[in-house]
């Protein structure tokens, strides 16, 4: 299992290199040199407690918050998608919300295509006009990774997407990862935060972030059963 590793590499997706970052009003350092390589294609996950520095390294990925120390180099458009749904899915039905993600220079029909195959991918297949409001937990959480699809991304960024689902809710939308990342023709790259060990022993590699610093690669099933004990 590949560890990380503070020089560039051209199998990574993506390289971070000296992170560090001290959130406005507080002393402590959220990420303290943080280093990351991450390889592509495949589902790596990130386990850590509450303050460990996780939710901190995804935004910086995703060029949510300013680098204030340190080197991000990616290779593959991303996308971020959260923990709650609702704080991402901005318009009234599934449609408008695939719809913004979709580059507006395409003509029409090559926008309703996209649109119809984002919503194939994830299993919500024929509900383009349902309102969002009436889709469950589970079905709107994928219909934020059909919008990241529709978007062109390469590599999601999730940040505990199955924290607020029912378990049955959970298990679709880790397989559904799991689809993307392992199938034949353009696997994606996905970066999982996750406090849930049970999910490890579906990824291809997990790492343990602990004070603000990512640990080495290593087997997800392996990394749970140490953490368990």
């Known amino acids: 299992m590949p560890a990380p590793s503070t ?52 935004r910086l990925i995703a060029g949510l918050l300013p680098l204030q120390q340190g080197r991000i180099r990616c290779r593959l458009r991303c996308a971020l998608v959260f923990q709650n749904p609702d704080h991402q899915l901005l318009l009234p039905s599934c449609s408008s919300e695939l719809l913004l993600a979709i580059d507006t220079r ?66 679709e939308v880790l397989a559904l990862i799991r689809r993307l990342t392992s199938r034949a023709a353009q696997p994606l790259t996905a970066l999982w935060i ?14 343990l972030m602990r004070d603000g610093q990512v640990g080495p690669w290593q087997p997800g099933a392996e990394l749970a059963r140490r953490l368990a004990r």
Request: hydrophobic fraction near 40%; glycine fraction near 8%; aromatic fraction near 2%.
């Open 106 to 171: 395409l003509d029409r029909t090559s926008r309703e295509r996209r649109l119809e195959e984002a919503l194939e991918q994830v299993g919500l297949a024929g509900l383009a006009d349902r309102p969002i409001h009436a889709l469950s937990g589970g079905q709107k959480q994928r219909l934020a990774i059909a919008a990241a699809l529709a978007s062109e991304a390469e590599l999601l960024l999730l940040d505990e997407p199955t924290a607020l689902l029912d378990p049955d809710s959970q298990r």
């Open 7 to 58: 020089g560039p590499a051209t199998s990574a997706a993506l390289v971070a290199e000296d992170l560090s970052h001290t959130w406005p009003g507080t002393q402590a350092a959220a990420l303290r040199d943080c280093a990351l390589q991450l390889p592509l294609n495949g589902l790596w996950m990130l386990v850590g407690s509450n303050g460990s520095g996780k939710s901190t390294l995804l």
């Open 194 to 207: 996750t406090h849930r060990l049970e999910e490890l022993a579906s990824c291809d590699g997990a790492a």
